[in-house]
């Protein structure tokens, strides 16, 4: 899965023909508020992207199902 810079600031991953696995996994800040981390598995590649709050987690949701099949 190479990293190509797709023009600043973005960057994107062209991922391998292997299954994507998608895993939210939550966790507690010191303040006790709740956050979560989105884990993309792709092969030997991870991709995190962490301290999502709920409702973004939720908009998150409302999106890919929006532009399901």
Known sequence: MPLIQGGPPEWIW????????W????????????????????????MRLQFFTAEEVRQLAALLAGHGP
């Open 14 to 21: 062209e991922r391998t023909p292997e299954k994507l696995k």
């Open 23 to 46: 895993e939210v996994v939550a966790s507690e800040r010191p303040d006790g508020q709740t956050v979560y981390e989105l884990r993309l598995q792709c092969g030997l590649e991870i």
